[in-house]
């Protein structure tokens, strides 16, 4: 576990009176504050975590101001960089599976992509779907990335399925699993 930035504080607080008085020691300090020596220990070493009660308890037993306070709360409840990548990661992959599901050009591209007639031209692709070239393009880099598509020159290929729900069904499962697979932990 990371120390926090108000651990930090409180260290430098207690290493500024030991420094006043020598023999002045950690069950001193958490007498101070209120608190167990051992559970203020665990937390100075960032063994345990600082729920944002104790320091407000904390900071008005050491005198700080409330702005102080509120800083140090607000940054006991920011998330770390591991739980934001893993923020970040979900909201990725939740957006990536939404829109397979809910733009009908995927399984139209998907559909025309299957066709005996197909052609490998975004263009025409387009010109079928009745959409753009730049729609094509993205919804053809989607089901590339998730799998629902192979492409290799002029020769597509796309996975089997016989109705939309179950293109849905397969997307989902694909856009999970590649979630999975590529997620940061918190």
Request: overall charge positive; aromatic content about 6%; hydrophobic content about 45%.
């Amino acid at each position: 576990m990371k120390r926090s930035p108000f651990s930090a504080r409180l260290e430098a607080e207690f290493s500024a009176r030991r420094a006043k008085n020598s023999r002045y020691s950690l069950r001193a300090f958490s007498a101070l504050l209120g608190v167990d020596h051992s559970s203020l220990s665990q937390m100075l070493r960032g063994e345990r975590s600082m729920p944002p009660g104790s320091i407000r308890g904390f900071g008005r037993r050491l005198g700080l101001s409330a702005e102080e306070i509120a800083a140090y709360t607000a940054a006991a409840h920011a998330p770390d960089d591991a739980a934001l990548a893993h923020q970040v990661h979900l909201r990725h992959w939740t957006a990536e599976a939404l829109v397979v599901v809910s733009d009908p050009l995927h399984y139209r591209v998907f559909e025309i992509a299957s066709s005996p007639e197909f052609r490998a031209d975004v263009r025409w692709i387009a010109a079928v779907a009745g959409s753009s070239s730049d729609s094509v393009n993205i919804v053809v880099q989607r089901l590339l990335r998730i799998g629902m598509l192979e492409m290799n020159g002029a020769n597509w290929r796309t996975i089997r399925c016989s109705s939309e729900s179950q293109f849905r069904r397969i997307a989902l499962d694909r856009v999970r699993q590649l979630a999975a697979a590529h997620n940061p932990k918190p």
